[in-house]
């Protein structure tokens, strides 16, 4: 896939949340989702917010995404504020979100087809995204015809194809089976090696959020807020053994503690 810019390449995906709050208001009520949350992620970090239902993880994700508004405090990424959607930020959704009547590579070049990007230029961009997600194969299909981790692989590349600089992922992986699950995981993290681009990733799956992560942030509720922060400190290359690894063992005792308290 091609770069942008030296100016581009220089600032890539850093997301600074400050004094964030999120209050919900109704004539009789008044609901406070998210608590004064500070929150910075490196350029090209992989960082997940782990937390139980109703801990204000989704709605903090659609903050930065833009598809939600804040009651105070701010998000800026690369020192821009976000005010609403952008291309800078791709979204992957736990439902299947892709277009039915498209096929898997038109489904791919839809955003960059909006842009105006020339054919040739598009088709060179979708065979390199199909390549990453192994479904090279799969060019031609159908949503409809495609298994629920393939449908999810195809979500990826098509948020990948505008190139964001953040993706933006509400536990994506989710509503697949165990074993889909971790093959996802593992592609997953051979994605972001290769496109270097900053992840937020949404879960509730101590084991995935290890897995994945380079950091950890738990969140608690009532109101939602950011309890603590964790550095995972495993190999850079997680293998499935990695599970086995003394410190994965460690960090999840940790983390299921600090859940279920």
Same mark, same amino acid.
């Given at each position: ?37 500070? !929150? ?20 903090? !994700? %659609? ?31 736990? +439902? ?8 898997? %590579?038109?489904?791919?070049?839809? +955003? ?9 230029? %598009? ?24 298994? +629920? ?13 505008? %190139? ?50 380079? #950091? ?7 109101? +939602? ?27 999840? #005792? ?8």
């Amino acid at each position: 896939m091609q770069t942008g810019s030296k100016e581009e390449a220089a600032t890539r995906g850093e997301i600074v949340i400050h004094n964030l709050h999120k209050v919900y208001t109704t004539k009789k009520s008044r609901f406070e989702a998210l608590h004064n949350i500070q !929150l910075t992620i490196g350029e090209n970090e992989f960082l997940t917010i782990l937390g139980p239902s109703g801990c204000g993880k989704s709605t903090l !994700l %659609r903050i930065v995404a833009g598809l939600e508004d804040h009651t105070e405090g701010s998000v800026m990424v690369d020192g821009e504020e976000v005010i609403g959607p952008g291309a800078d930020r791709g979204m992957v959704f736990q +439902g299947y979100t892709l277009f039915p009547w498209l096929t898997v %590579r038109e489904n791919i070049e839809y +955003g960059p087809k909006l842009k105006g990007i020339p054919t040739l230029e %598009r088709r060179s961009l979708s065979n390199y995204l199909l390549k990453m997600i192994r479904l090279e194969s799969f060019d031609k299909s159908y949503p409809k015809q495609l298994s +629920g981790g393939m449908k999810q692989r195809v979500a990826i590349a098509r948020a990948l194809a505008n %190139r964001p600089k953040v993706l933006l992922m509400d536990e994506p992986f989710g509503a697949l089976d165990a074993q889909t699950k971790l093959e996802m995981q593992e592609m997953l993290l051979d994605v972001w090696e290769k496109e270097k681009t900053t992840v937020l990733f949404i879960t509730h799956d101590i084991d995935e959020a290890i897995f994945l992560s380079q #950091r950890i942030v738990v969140m608690g509720a009532g109101p +939602g807020r950011i309890l603590k922060e964790f550095n995972v400190e495993l190999p850079a290359e997680r293998t499935p053994e990695v599970r086995e690894h003394p410190e994965f063992l460690s960090l999840k #005792r940790e983390l299921a503690g600090l859940l279920k308290h």
